[in-house]
């Protein structure tokens, strides 16, 4: 009988099978589950000799690596403490007393230490309207308003200076509040950008089309690196004496127009994937240029290139953390000023898997909204 | 009702070609096509693949653009200008080979668009109106699927009551069956006739000839981009005047 392709759960059900050995069966039903267990290992893994070998190969690699994994991560780890001298004695263990003692460096940076629960607030607040905008049925236009009130209210908590609150220069910004407003600025702004680059790439106007292709070649054509660089050290050189713009500012623009530049071609492969009878019927009803585009082409469009606009986000996200070469903090630069204190300058492993736990908690959630999101949308031949 | 179907039209001109050409290129699509159609008329156009048929109709609602020429519809003359554009593509509804329904809106919303958007008229009003034509294409419980959970003989009823809803005065079709499985023909078929019926004016591309016996009050063949013989259907079919007809008649109908 021909197999049901596996589902993701039957994988690790799989993987976890070396585990079920110390889950003893009770004793009443243990005949019977067993039987059961004997029957689905039978089925699922050793129903062939090619794979018989490869679970056992599995076996013995999580064996091989899950056993120490465990033992440094878990068993002989060091939890709490003062004092690196304790986490020094412990060789083979992790030490987590490190990341207690540093977390709030590690997440706010050199915002003052006491005004710590303002970037506390502001993420909270960020991560409420994420939540927020991701179910569907709320993208109103009260969302608009919404975020624009998350924004200047985030912005009073990160600066202050109203309402009693201290005064703090955004040179003083870092850690996952930095990163955060980087990435969900960038996403925000630069998903409209996108759309209106793709849109004119396809458009009539040679004028037009052609200031959209250039920018698009141009800004894919340099690295991310060289666009900071750019925007730090070329742009102000541009501007009037004793006119400065923000660093931070300077950044956000540049991560801006160089996610939208890679987007704008995410966006374009969806609008050429919807056939030409689509705008052909638009046009036929008399729908407009701008209501055949936003009714018909785009929602179509933007669906088919989930994953690629996905995957950009989650990529520009985590290039965030290339801000540091110029001089701004984010996420993993304070983790790494973290082991700059002498005494727990060893601990590096468990400073950047803190830092990258917390990237892969936003770029997992991405990734699991977005097959949902496609899940939402898809209308196509589900005929029963 | 059948009755209408033999009345016969009045003096009222609702479409226009004179001396219409295209090029593609070097390739002359559409040459010196000449054609009036009443309103109340239907029009049955037929030819061999390529010969222009599909090009000639969408000129009429400028979805391809004539080269030389005048295209006049309900007294507007196409022009490059837009607001002709928009004027007559109000009048005139087109209902295309490949349904081409909107597929992430549902049967409901792919029926009050155009008219809330376009013809600005209220939501509330607009579903009467879909409903109503829902109806019509014997098809009202199907409104909240989406177009690609119905079969082709159904999207297709569907797309001909979309184009009604905006009231065009004018209905194209451009080979609305030949997607079709063979039994699904017969449904839009029906509705069509039943269009016929109710006096729209209609210029059907169409290879389904008891269709355009029973519908047609004007044949027109056409073969190498130029309108070889126009005559009613009884003449037509029994006595064409061009060995091209005849040839063409031949083959289809043995068929
Ligand atoms: N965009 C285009 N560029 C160049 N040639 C074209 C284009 N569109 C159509 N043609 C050509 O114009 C001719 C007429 O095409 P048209 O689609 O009007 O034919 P048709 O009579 O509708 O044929 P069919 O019965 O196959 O639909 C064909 O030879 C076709 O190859
Ligand atoms: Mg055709």
Known sequence: MARHPESPDEIYAREEEPDEGWRRPPPVEGASLRAVVGEWSRKNLFSSIPNTILTVLCAWLLWETLLPLTQWGLLDAVWQTDDSAVCRAAEHGACWAFIANKYRFILFGLFPYDEQWRPLVAIALFVAALAVSCVPSFWRPWLVVLWLGVMVACGVLMWGGVFGLRFVENGRWGGLPLTLILAVVGIVCSFPLAIALALGRRSNLPAVRAICVGFIEFVRGVPLISVLFMASVMFPLFLPEGFTIDKLLRAQVGIILFTAAYLAEAVRGGLQAVPRGQSEAADALGLSYWRKTGLVILPQALKTSIPAIVNQFISMFKDTSLVIIIGLFDLLSTAKAALSDPPWRPFYVEAYLFAALIYWIFCFFMSRYSQFIERRFETGHRRS | ?255
Not at chain 2, 12 to 35: C, E, P, S
């Open chain 2, 1 to 255: 009702m059948p009755a209408t179907l033999n009345r016969t039209p009045d003096a009222q001109v609702a479409i226009t070609l004179d001396g219409v050409h295209k090029w593609y290129g070097a390739f002359h699509v559409l040459n010196d096509i000449n054609l009036t159609v009443h309103a109340g008329e239907r029009i049955v156009v037929c030819g061999p693949s390529g010969s222009g048929k599909s090009t000639m109709i969408r000129c009429i609602n400028a979805l391809e653009q004539h080269q030389q020429g005048h295209i006049v519809v309900d007294g507007v003359e196409l022009t490059n200008d837009v607001r002709t554009v928009d004027r007559i593509r109000r009048n005139v509804g087109m209902v295309f080979q490949q349904f081409n329904l909107f597929p992430h809106l549902t049967v409901l919303d792919n029926l009050t668009l155009a008219p809330v958007w376009v013809q600005k008229r209220p939501k509330a009003e607009a579903v009467q109106t879909a409903m109503k034509y829902l109806e019509r294409v014997n098809i009202p419980e199907q409104a909240g699927k989406y177009p690609g959970q119905l079969s082709g003989g159904q999207q297709q009823r569907v797309a001909i009551a979309r184009a009604l809803c905006m009231k065009p005065q004018i209905m194209l079709f451009d080979e609305p069956t030949s997607a079709l499985d063979p039994e699904m023909i017969k449904e839009v078929l029906d509705v069509m006739i039943e269009l016929a019926e109710g006096g729209m004016t209609m210029i059907c591309v169409t290879h389904e000839m008891g269709f355009a016996r029973t519908v047609a009050n004007q044949m027109v063949f056409m073969d190498g981009g130029a309108i070889v013989e126009k005559a009613p259907p009884e003449t037509f079919f029994t006595a064409p005047k061009s060995d091209r007809t005849q040839q063409f008649l031949s083959q289809i109908l043995t068929h």
